[in-house]
């Protein structure tokens, strides 16, 4: 007599779970949408539109820009004033840090003065400088009284008192800026590496060197980077001092808008600015790079 064995279960076919979103992606899905809208929307706008016409796919907007009398001194203007005014800002910024670091009798009221042309706007301080370097500005009147006779600052046919009258009033606007993100990396760092290195008998220039520069790295990276991309920017000091006189490639992007009522010109020199800060970025982030960072790639 043989026992018939139970049969075998009958597996059936459960269906597959959804793939759950991480929650990670949901927290931060609202922000990539909205700087989609805000920034991704117009610069794709903006490159259609400098290389785009009536007739389809063209590059006479970039010939015609590039052809324009004004714009290779533009170009060499805003260059030269980058190179020349960023290390200045640096220089006078970590020296006012420190010097805020050393706690002076009233550093708060110090730091107050210096940071006020950050609560300017740049055409207001193009304006407060206007009135200095005017022909019958204060400059001049004290220059007078001295028995020096005036200087013609701003005489179109002086490109070096053109530049120097930017660059002083560009250094005085937006160095507070630079300064805020200085102090506050400095304010990150512990006094004990300053006081230990001090008490090993290194000078200040070697704690400065060796000690807190390479703290301050981080805080001078953000500083670079936002620093520069924001002098290609610079044009409403500029205009309010020098007019046409001076060119920058922001003033050309402006007077093709406004004034030749080119919008596809200015889309096109719009590009060049985003093309230029985004190399530079690339540049400062891969040249300030820790050797550790470079070790692990």
Known sequence: ??????????????????????PAVLLIAPSIVFM???????????????????????????????????????VRNTLLLIVVMIPLQFAFAITMALLLRSNPRLNK?????????????????????LSIFNDRGYLNSVLTSLGLGSVPWLAYD?????????????????????????????????????EAAQVFGAT???????????????????????????????????????GQNFPLVVGET????TALQNPNVAAALALVILVASMLISVFYLRALRDKGQEGTR
Not at 9 to 15: M, R
Not at 42 to 71: K, N, W
Not at 206 to 232: C, E, N
């Open 109 to 129: 009221v110090h730091f107050f003065v210096w940071a006020i042309p950050l609560a300017l706007s740049d055409l207001a301080a193009g304006l407060v400088w």
């Open 36 to 74: 989609a809208l805000l920034l991704g929307w117009p610069v794709i706008q903006g490159v259609l539109q400098a290389f785009r016409s009536d007739e389809g796919f063209t590059l006479d907007f970039l010939t015609r820009m590039v052809e324009d009398p004004y714009f290779w001194p533009a």
């Open 254 to 257: 402006y007077r093709w808008y």
């Open 204 to 242: 200040f220039w070697q704690r400065l060197r060796h000690v807190t520069l390479p703290l301050l790295k981080p805080s001078l990276q953000v500083a670079l980077i936002l620093r520069t991309i924001l002098a290609f920017q610079t044009f409403a000091v500029a205009q309010a001092l020098t």
């Open 158 to 194: 002086n490109p070096t008192t053109l530049f120097l009258c930017v660059l002083v009033a560009e250094v005085w606007r937006s160095t507070s800026l630079v300064l805020v993100i200085v102090v506050s990396g400095l304010q990150g760092i512990p006094k004990d590496y300053d």
């Open 1 to 22: 007599m043989t026992v018939d064995s139970p049969p075998a279960p009958v597996q059936l076919d459960t269906p597959a779970r959804p793939r759950r979103i991480p």
